[in-house]
């Protein structure tokens, strides 16, 4: 799954680069003194458990993926200092060593960690699926004329967690679970992305806990006030 998911990144980076350079070396015949800037993003990102409990540890590469469209809206007549007000899809993994199971009357879904049991596993992860809305203050040193440009923008990303689904894959057989409980269906926190021209660095702090408050009996009576802190990469296209 891995090497697709390195493949999938190598078609997303190629065409990003080739779109750059088309609209790079496409002369400007008209000025456009109401242009807009950055519509569509795409990003990836190395996704780390925050505030993890003692004996949790990330293992493996966990992956998120995003993309969507912005609305640009320009605040000033210079159109360096914008609004951006989004819609987009997230794919995030989580490899680690927290492990969800069913009880033995096989109704109720419960979680261990997997190192406080001698637990033989091959795979261990979780995956989310997400609709997510992005609110951005945008600053950038574009013009009419150039397409290459700096930029910073902060904001704020609320998301909803339409799908979540486990995995646990041991030489004793796949144990998997589709929508349980105890997830914390809306997530939000604050994000910043900036760079230049193509290239640009991408950080989310998630400001709430991937799992709701009163899963404590859910997850075997432990605090797990795990929030996302998400590393990476994003693309802006016109």
Wanted: glycine share 8%; proline share 3%.
């Amino acid at each position: 799954m891995f090497k697709q998911y390195l493949v999938l990144l190598f078609v997303m980076v190629l065409g990003v680069s080739k779109l750059s350079a088309q609209t790079d070396t496409t002369a400007v015949s008209v000025i456009d003194s109401l242009y807009k800037e950055d519509q569509f993003y795409l990003g990836i990102s190395y996704n780390i458990l925050n505030n993890m409990p003692s004996k949790m540890k990330q293992n493996g590469f966990s992956l998120g993926l995003q993309g969507g469209f912005i609305k640009d809206m320009p605040l000033n007549s210079k159109r360096n200092i914008a609004l951006g007000l989004g819609l987009g899809y997230a794919f995030n993994t989580f490899n680690q060593n927290m492990g969800v199971h069913k009880s033995p009357e096989g109704e109720e879904i419960y979680i261990v960690l997997n190192e406080d049991y001698d637990f033989n596993y091959e795979r261990n992860n979780f995956y989310l699926h997400q609709v997510e809305l992005p609110i951005e203050f945008r600053w950038r040193t574009s013009t009419p004329e150039s397409y290459r440009f700096w930029r910073i923008y902060s904001g704020f990303k609320f998301s909803y967690v339409f799908t979540n689904i486990t995995n646990f894959k041991s030489p004793s057989g796949n144990e998997r679970h589709v929508n349980i409980d105890g997830f914390n269906p809306f997530q939000y926190g604050l994000t910043l992305s900036a760079g230049y021209n193509t290239w640009n660095f991408y950080f989310y702090y998630g400001l709430n806990t991937l799992f709701e408050d009163d899963a404590k009996t859910f997850i075997y009576q432990r605090d797990i006030d795990m929030n996302v802190i998400q590393l990476g990469l994003i693309f802006y296209l016109l």
